[in-house]
């Protein structure tokens, strides 16, 4: 990513790499077949024909077999520091990144205290260029220590490095307060990412309002606390010509208001998860029901329909994680006590893959497309494997089966939606900015030096 100066990172060697007979899919980029992918210095210095490219001094790499594509980009994780290092870190979350075939992620600001000042902001940016696998964007909060009362010093926030803004966690509350910052936006740029809720809709709600919510005897949480704020966020975007990014859709409703928004022509990015993409409310019904418990919740087959409706059609821009780590113990309670929140970096592709695409759900390359999104929303270049940009590349084994969590995770936390389940589809190398953040130990068998 050429602005990739706004992210930080551990710096290191460019990496000087040969992918044989590696066959690529950038369909953005329009690039497509087998190919001998030459990264030299970090950079993709050729896409020769297979098997044609010169050894040199490169680690040369057995492709065949296998698939390059744009490494992928979140733009929703949340990091946990400062104050919950016991869930996760810089160095651990981006590890889970590299190991999901991303290269860059953008950690959320509802860390304790939450992101408000830029030597809040200056403090991550120096620990991500000590720590970071993959580069690493920060957000600042919109309200002072995300109390929803005051607007952060902006402006500053900005010159400290915030990639943009956000409250994620809570929605905000106050049309009043989004409006001032959206008219700050203006002269201070960054993105406004919106967790959309209305605290007097969702009220008490542990999970989606529906007829599993009914059956269980579970407070619910409307499609419409969804819905509604989005309409209203979106009419204020409008208003002040504003850009506003929509985060974890979930219900049919937000679709549809999303969608009507971006006709009205509003300045609008969203994204959807991949729980929310894969599975149903239905899973909450399971003895291991905290395991899918987030928030927004999981809701109904249609709902999920129309998120992959929104997919397809361009309505959800990427595909996004909500990363959120827990301890073991703060999951292992009552439904009703249990912490919300999934992590998803390290198994995002595979199950999108494996529930997706591997049924005819959706198109490879739309997956690819999606997963590699969610840079251009917050004003960075999108990973390409064009010629001449910086190598970012996730190779992957299509036909690879593997069990989640089998052999633990890079994240400190293993709260995964999908732990346990066999998913098709892994993440054999990761190059992120440059350089290889994450080879698969069993990998290094295909490997000649
Ligand atoms: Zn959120
Ligand atoms: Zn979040």
Redesign the pocket.
């Known amino acids: 990513m050429a602005n990739s100066a706004q992210l930080d990172a551990r710096s290191g060697p460019g990496a000087d790499v040969i992918l044989r007979e590696a066959t690529l899919l950038d369909p953005v980029a329009g690039i497509e077949g087998s190919h001998d992918v030459v990264v030299r210095a970090g950079r993709i210095a050729e896409l020769a024909a297979p098997g044609s490219a010169e050894d040199g001094e490169a680690e040369t790499v057995d492709a065949a077999g296998l698939h390059a594509f744009p490494a992928f980009f979140d733009p929703h994780v949340h990091l946990r520091t400062p104050g919950h290092e016991h869930k996760e870190d810089i160095e651990t979350g981006t590890r889970s990144a590299a190991a999901g075939g991303f290269c860059g992620v953008i950690a959320m600001a509802n860390t304790e205290p939450p992101v408000s000042t830029a030597a809040d902001v200056e403090a991550l940016r120096e620990a991500a260029r000590e720590g970071a696998s993959v580069p690493t964007g920060f957000l600042a909060t919109v309200s002072k220590g995300m109390a929803g009362a005051e607007l952060t010093e902006m402006a500053e926030l900005r010159e400290a490095g915030a990639l943009g803004f956000s409250d994620?966690?809570l929605p905000i509350r106050s049309a009043g307060l989004l409006r001032r910052a959206l008219q700050y936006q203006r002269l201070c740029g960054g993105t406004i990412a919106l967790?959309e809720e209305d605290p007097e809709l969702s009220g008490d709600g542990l999970m989606h309002e529906g007829s599993v919510s009914a059956a269980l005897g579970l407070a619910g949480v409307p499609s419409i606390s969804e819905s509604t704020m989005i309409a209203r966020d979106a009419a204020i975007a409008v208003y002040e010509d504003a850009r506003i990014h929509v985060?974890?859709l979930s219900a049919a409703e937000s679709v549809e208001a999303t969608r009507a928004a971006k006709a009205a022509g509003a300045r609008i990015s969203a994204e959807a998860t991949p729980h929310h993409l894969c599975i149903t409310d239905e899973e909450v019904r399971s003895l291991d029901a905290t395991r899918f418990k987030m928030?927004p919740p999981l809701r109904t087959e249609v709902d999920r329909q129309a998120l992959i409706e929104g997919l397809r059609d361009g309505t959800i821009d990427c595909i996004a994680t909500?990363h959120a780590p827990h301890a073991a113990e703060e999951k292992e309670l009552t439904f009703e006590g249990a912490a919300m929140g999934v992590t998803g970096l390290e198994t995002a592709f595979a199950a999108v893959h494996t529930d997706l695409v591997l049924p005819g759900t959706i198109e490879l390359g739309l997956l690819v497309e999606r997963l590699a999104g969610g840079a251009e929303p917050f004003g960075l270049e999108r990973p390409t494997l064009a010629v001449g940009s910086e190598a970012n590349i996730a190779l992957c084994d299509l036909g690879a089966e593997w069990t989640v969590g089998e052999d633990g995770y890079e994240s400190r936390s293993a709260n995964s939606w999908c732990a346990g389940r066999r998913l098709t589809g892994r993440v054999l190398l990761t190059v992120a900015g440059g350089q290889v953040a994450f080879r698969l130990r069993s990998f290094s068998l295909g490997v000649a030096t």
């Open positions: 994620d966690g967790h985060q974890h928030n909500d």
